[in-house]
């Protein structure tokens, strides 16, 4: 069996070659267990840091129609597809993003309807394809209104994918993603990036900045959660997605407040006391705009799971990440 | 002013240039009143039967980004964009319809965003955007999700012109149309072509076979309305537009079988039953999945109308394009 793993360096890439990898095998269109034979995995900068030898490494633009030709062939069986830029960036740069997550995208599934061979495909989507006036409660029948390009050319890339779908080009699966913390490293372009830096900063020794009021309502993931929920939705047969390719994930809701409640209650005083408020109006515009509960009726139904407790999801990172935090 | 009309030689596309001739004038981004200088009548194959000193007709390939250059320059204040192909045709030729229906609006709109000139726009979306299960009367925070390539493909034309809106490049408005009846002339490849054969045929003394069964809902909006519309879309100031720049058109909902009892009412029982109802399930599928009835609350507060009652619109119809039967 042949993968291919786009956006392979990046932080989700990264982990879900490592769990393939550790895993060996994933279900074919048919639904049979098949041995990862090769894994390709493409990113713009050569992915580093692994030995195996059913790992292939490749790089380059993933909006090139020429390169996407080297990476996709018929004997590729399926595709995850994580490439993208983040949130701010694509608001920042409108033709980066346009071509990243959008052109890219429509290439990559242009050039797997010409092959012909209806792989499995599974890509992360984003709660920022909604926007406006919103209940409560985001139901898995609410419109879409993206306040973003990043949620435009999600939600574009969603329409195309069910089509595909539809018209047998590709088996497709679109995840849509909550906000996924705890992230390890540095901050990033994504206006959802201080989720994870109120956690990791603070448990770091530093500062950090909340560009939105605590009241604000976020809806989360874990890695370790994300990464099985991508995996599960490549291993559902095609024909249990009777309500359609795009899927509104579970999440755990939880306001910003909560959040630095738990970090109090896992590391202590001093280390919550490091998060500082210092509203951005541009972040609270965008993340303002998204939703911070889901009902996800379709994702439960088809089996997809979420993180019960934020507490767990510090104690995950710490564990993974801040082995030593845990020994003093 | 200038104005650009796509998909001119179309039947919605005449009787907008004979109305905007007439009208003479348009309110600009200002909102203040302004002669029609310029009106650039384009489409595949020009534009044939008017006379008029304003008029501009050019013709070409709407897709070709070097056709666009040399029809929208920085003298450009509004653009009726309408060029599509229709549903069947989209769902028959995949590669014609994401050529036609979506990569010329991306184009035409990528040529805008470049002049920087931020023009208004009026374009037509579909009903064909909704599917799946949906309640008796759909509302507008119901989320898209197209049965067809050709309802995937405005879509994410509405998604691209608001964004595209948002950021200022364009003052968009996506009208989301009802199915337009009674057309006159042949049949076309529209899904929801009998909606109008099945009035048009029998008053031309011909037999009309119906694809669908009698219970079938439709949700309709006459020629005359579809225009009227159109206009009151384009004139509406841009600050109005604070629910999104995609408008759910108000409409008129009917059975199939309550719009050929009005056929009978106007006609009489011998034209009538010159309707046969012969099932196709290809068309049933792309109609059933279509809803009859909308709440179009947004429409309605923004002062867009709807026709009132079927016997006019067959009254329209006949009042047009067939006074002889009048006199009869």
Redesign the interface.
């Known amino acids: 069996m042949k993968i291919l793993v786009t956006g392979a360096a990046g932080f989700l890439g990264r982990r879900l070659i490592n769990a393939l990898l550790q895993r060996g095998s994933l279900s074919d269109r048919q639904g049979v267990s098949q041995a990862i034979s090769t894994l390709v995995a493409f990113d713009l900068m050569p992915l580093a840091g692994f030995s195996d030898s059913r790992l292939k490494v490749l790089c380059g633009d993933i909006a090139d129609p020429e390169v996407l030709r080297g990476l996709v062939d018929a004997e590729t069986d399926s595709i995850f597809h994580l490439a993208a830029v983040v949130s701010s960036q694509a608001e920042q740069d ?1 033709e980066l993003g346009m071509r990243i997550n959008f052109a890219a995208t429509q290439n990559l599934l242009e050039r797997i ?1 010409r092959l012909g061979t209806c792989p499995k495909w599974v890509m992360t989507s984003s709660v920022a394809v909604f926007g ?2 919103l209940p409560e409660q985001v139901e ?8 973003s ?1 990043y949620g ?1 050319q999600k ?2 890339n969603d ?2 994918l ?2 595909y779908s ?2 047998g080009f590709v088996d497709g699966r679109s995840l849509r993603m909550p906000t996924i913390a705890v992230r390890p490293g540095k901050p990033n372009l994504a206006a959802s990036s201080f989720a994870s830096s109120i956690i990791r900063e603070p448990l770091n020794g530093q500062e950090s900045v909340c560009p939105v009021p605590l009241e604000t309502r976020l809806w989360l993931m874990s890695p370790a959660q994300a990464i099985s929920n991508l995996i599960h939705g490549h291993e559902l047969p095609g024909e249990m997605l009777r ?2 390719r795009v899927i509104n994930m579970p999440g755990l809701s939880i306001t910003v407040e909560k959040m630095i409640d738990a970090l109090r209650q896992t590391a202590g005083d001093e280390v919550a006391n490091r998060v500082r408020i210092e509203r951005s109006p541009a972040i609270e515009k965008i993340v303002g705009s998204w939703p911070g509960s889901f009902a996800s009726s379709y994702a439960r139904n088809l089996g997809f799971t979420h993180d019960q407790d934020f507490d767990d999801v510090i104690a995950q990172f710490v564990d993974e990440y801040l082995p030593q935090a845990l020994e003093s």
């Open positions: 409108f309807r406006g006036q898995d029948d609410q419109v879409w209104a993206p306040q390009s435009t939600a574009m329409l195309l069910a089509d539809r018209r309500r359609g």
